[in-house]
């Protein structure tokens, strides 16, 4: 990889990330993906913008990193900004699923009163949360035109990488298809990380409670301001 690939990687994910997973950076695959990715941005309407797409990294550097929490794949009404879950500064109203996680944020670990939950959910991110969706795309209006198979190999390599080279790490999945990656997860000594199900938040209709805010901050020496 030249000097110049480095940096520009770098630049993206910063150097923590860089440094932690190069061979994965660098691989012929990972050059492949963004050819294509960048092609389709080209050609169609892709969420999120391409200067969000590794938000996730670039917001939560590698060795502050001290919880995950995937998501599917980003919103296709505009209101996506790169982070799972959250929305845009610019939507007006809150996506479903967004929604249902302040709802319970606000019940379950402020008991009934939260005035500054952050929506872009920037805030967690800075603190040390990875808010990393399955698949990173998704195009305007269209959840039939899936690129999950784009992306697989590329989260499948974060969450081992993740697993393997850092301790005490807290993943947190909500619904099937995120609770999939449970297998690449080790819990199998003192050493090992930790594992947070619930079910997906549903949103307007539906109330979603959820105790994973609590476990993890029960947890932590230095808690997570939901």
Known sequence: MSQNKKEFWCKIVGEGWYNAFPGLWESPYMSNVISHVMGLYKSTTLYPESKDLFKPFKLCPYDKGKVVILGDYPYMDGSANGLAFANSKESLTLSKPLLAIQESVENDVYDGLNLGFDTTLESWAEQGVLLLNECPTAEKFNPEKSHHHIWKKFTEGIILGINLYKNKVH????????????????????????????????????????????????????????
């Open 171 to 226: 993943f947190i999945f909500w619904g099937q298809q995120s609770q999939q990656y449970t297998q690449f997860i080790s819990q199998e000594d003192d050493k090992g990380n930790y594992i947070h199900c619930s079910s997906y938040p549903e949103g307007v209709n539906k109330v979603w409670r959820c105790d994973n805010f609590k476990e993890v901050n029960n947890k932590l020496k230095h808690k997570i301001v939901w």
